[in-house]
């Protein structure tokens, strides 16, 4: 066991015994699982059945340099809490918490009842109704905190926001492509000037399970009370990425993108619903550009001829801003040649 699994089991070690979890001195089965890259997280088996344990990391693991303050644990705390209070079952039940170590304990979701989406997605299986779903059950966590200046006041995380969301995405794109920096950096001051609801800040497949329940959101270490839009638009982005990854399902995910945004946008009850897809359609642009070129390459597309296709969408809707999520859908589907699914 190399040195810093060692000093994650000690630390872990620690903070289930502050809980109460187990007793002191006890050393239970740790299996690290696979996750992304801003985190440890391991199965811990206690004498009651095994629980998630999650380590905020301070740097990711990524190509690039990029850092992240540890104190982003207790937020995700919170917005699980909020989450699961807005609609019983968005996210894991929440078990314990020591935001000094930067650790989370959470329930423990057998992969056999809680699917990844992300893996459903890679294997061609593209489902509409449960991206519907998500898109339902996101709209209700927003709506539910959206105007409320005590939610607001609890997540005090613009500068998190910025470091592990607008700098290394939209920032970081602006410097691959010069000649779009002005736009880009114009979104990053409207995105972080909106204060609408409360923002989960990484809505992925990578981080949702199908669940017996309805779709569940994990790893909110983005959590800040600002632009909805962002959400909508981080997990629509996957949509589109998803027809290289996988190209004979490239009509299901464009299906899946119809029904999750549709799904999300009649859920809007808290803004005019045109307002917020238009900021959405903007933000798409740029994060679809932002997963070849920014700090967070989707790991996926490693050529370059895939790469220079979302170029190619992209950078004509940054320099002029979309105001429909279907402009950049069809402008997608247009360039992979999926006719069918952009009439």
């Known amino acids: 066991m190399n040195q810093v699994a060692t000093d994650s089991h000690a630390i872990i070690r620690t903070v289930l015994a502050r809980a109460g979890l187990i007793a002191a001195g006890a050393q239970p089965a740790m299996t690290a699982l696979t996750g992304g890259v801003s985190s440890d997280i391991w199965r811990v088996d206690l004498p009651g059945g095994p629980v998630c344990v999650k380590r905020a990391l301070p740097r990711l693991k990524v190509a690039q340099l990029w850092e992240a303050p540890v104190e982003r644990n207790r937020y995700e705390a919170a917005w699980i809490r909020f989450a699961n209070a807005a609609a019983p079952g968005a996210a894991p039940a929440l078990l314990a918490e020591d935001a000094a170590a930067g650790v989370l304990v959470m329930a423990y979701l057998d992969p056999t009842q809680h699917k990844l989406w992300k893996n459903e997605l890679r294997d061609g299986r593209a489902d509409p109704a449960f991206a519907a779903a998500v898109g339902a059950r996101l709209a209700a966590i927003h709506a539910a905190s959206a105007g409320r200046a005590d939610v607001a006041a609890a997540f005090p995380t613009d500068a998190i926001f910025h470091a592990i969301r607008l700098e290394p995405y939209l920032v970081a794109t602006g410097r691959a492509h010069p000649d779009l920096a002005a736009p880009l950096e114009a979104l990053v001051r409207r995105t972080a000037a909106t204060k609408r609801a409360l923002v989960h800040g990484d809505v992925s497949p990578k981080n949702i399970l199908i669940g017996p329940g309805g779709p569940v959101f994990l790893d909110a270490e983005c959590a800040w009370y600002g632009d909805p839009a962002f959400d909508l638009a981080f997990c629509l982005n996957h949509m589109l990425l998803k027809c290289l990854w996988t190209p004979h399902a490239a009509r299901g995910f464009l299906a899946c993108f119809d029904a999750l945004a549709e799904s999300y946008l009649a859920g809007v009850g808290w803004e005019p619903r045109g307002e917020l897809e238009a900021r959405a359609a903007s933000l798409l642009s740029g994060l679809f550009l932002a997963r070849v070129d920014g700090k967070s390459p989707v790991e996926y597309l490693t050529d370059e001829a895939p790469k220079q296709r979302v ?17 950049v859908r069809h402008a997608w589907a247009r ?8 009439s």
């Open 311 to 327: 170029r190619r969408v992209a950078r004509p809707l940054i320099a002029t801003p979309p105001a429909r999520l279907a402009e």
């Open 335 to 342: 360039e992979i040649g999926t006719r069918e699914a952009a």
